[in-house]
Nanobody
């Protein structure tokens, strides 16, 4: 059973920083593509950042230069460092994995439960 467990959300003032972490289990982590998505109060889900198995990263224009995604294959974790946070970054952030739970399984899309980030003065 694949599980993705996010942590690190909270309330922060504009200009502040937060670090989100996602711990994965039950998935062949080193070959999984890991991403962070967010769902805004208007219920729009958008891709924030992606990191591939080879370490290639991609970011939404709105977070480029402020957020950094990284992975630790030894610990099966992916992190999102968020700096210079803005009120419009307020959202529920979800960890996403595209990968396999075993050598003979198909690649599947998996989601965590999400962690809330609120940027407010």
């Amino acid at each position: 059973q694949v599980q993705l467990v996010e942590s690190g959300g909270g309330v922060v003032q504009p200009g502040g920083s937060l670090r989100l972490s996602c711990a994965a289990s039950g998935i062949i982590f080193p070959i999984a593509t890991m991403s962070w998505y967010r769902q805004t109060p208007l219920n729009q889900r958008e891709l924030v950042a992606t990191i591939t198995s080879s370490g290639t990263t991609n970011y939404a224009d709105s977070v480029q230069g402020r957020f950094t995604i990284s992975r630790d294959n030894a610990k099966s974790t992916v992190a999102l460092q968020m700096n210079t946070l803005k009120p419009e970054d307020t959202a529920r952030y979800y960890c996403n994995a595209v990968g396999r739970s075993g050598p003979f399984t198909q690649s599947t899309n998996y989601w965590g439960q999400g962690t809330q980030v609120t940027v407010s003065s």
